[in-house]
């Protein structure tokens, strides 16, 4: 299968891609960090010699790099599934938050979505088949302290994947909108909270690629996980 992912680089983009890469998928995957993404690919590589990896270092929040990579993407054939991962948390509240911070999530957590989906979406509704993954978050519809312009647009984007499924079911392509709560990443190391709070990376790239293996018949459209104790 050709499996689309972007902010493939590290966190739960990288553990799905593990996932998928183990499973001997050809990835076609980007993230901002050239560095970390070449590491990425050789680390994978080298484990799971198996599958087949393409990448491209991005910036999916600026609309002609999105659909430029949705173009390269392309190249390789028609995509099975497409993992819309790529995002970005910058701390705040609506009231004090850093001038320009609801643009650039805007930008990086929605549109990023939107314009490569978008540009992708022919090939799979001419084939009548395909997988979507949003990576949403618990921030999609609980407001959480400093959360401000970070849950605004992962609200957004999940009012993208309820509009997604609704349109795309008569084309056999399927939606699924994943909410993780907190996942222990490099984002919250420096926390201090406890690693054994925290859900695994790993448990939320297990969902994702189980739902990506049900019949055709089948779609999982919404994914919930949470720590066991609760969100953090």
């Known amino acids: 299968m050709n499996v689309i992912i972007t902010g493939a680089s590290k966190g739960l983009g990288k553990a799905i891609a593990e996932k998928f890469a183990e499973a001997g998928d050809a ?4 993230s901002r960090n050239e560095v970390q993404l070449y590491k990425m690919v050789e680390e994978l590589l080298t484990r799971f010699p198996q599958c087949t990896i393409k990448a491209k270092p991005v910036d999916m929040s600026i609309k002609q790099v999105a659909k430029g990579f949705g173009s390269w993407c392309l190249q390789f054939g028609t995509p099975d599934i497409i993992i819309n991962n790529a995002g970005q948390f910058i701390p705040g509240s609506v ?3 850093e001038e320009g911070a609801l643009e650039k999530m805007i930008e990086v957590n929605l549109y990023s979505a939107y314009h490569l989906t978008r540009l992708l979406l022919p090939k799979m509704m001419e084939a009548k088949s395909g997988h979507i993954f949003n990576m949403c978050s618990i921030a999609s519809f609980q407001a ?9 647009s992962k609200f957004a984007l999940h009012g993208f994947s309820v509009n997604l499924r609704e349109e795309l079911k008569s084309y056999n392509i399927k939606v699924t909108t994943v909410f993780p709560g907190a996942a ?3 984002s919250w190391a420096a926390t201090g909270i406890d690693k054994k709070r925290f859900m695994e990376a790993e448990d939320i790239a297990k969902m994702v690629y189980a739902a990506s293996q049900l019949s055709p018949q089948a779609c999982v459209e919404d994914i919930i996980l949470r720590p066991q104790l609760g969100d953090i």
């Not at 990835?27 to 980007?30: E, I, Q, R």
Request: net charge negative.
């Open 144 to 152: 959480y302290s400093n959360g401000g312009a970070y849950s605004i």
């Open 27 to 30: 990835l076609l995957v980007c």
């Open 184 to 186: 222990y990443t490099d």
């Open 95 to 97: 009231y004090n938050e």
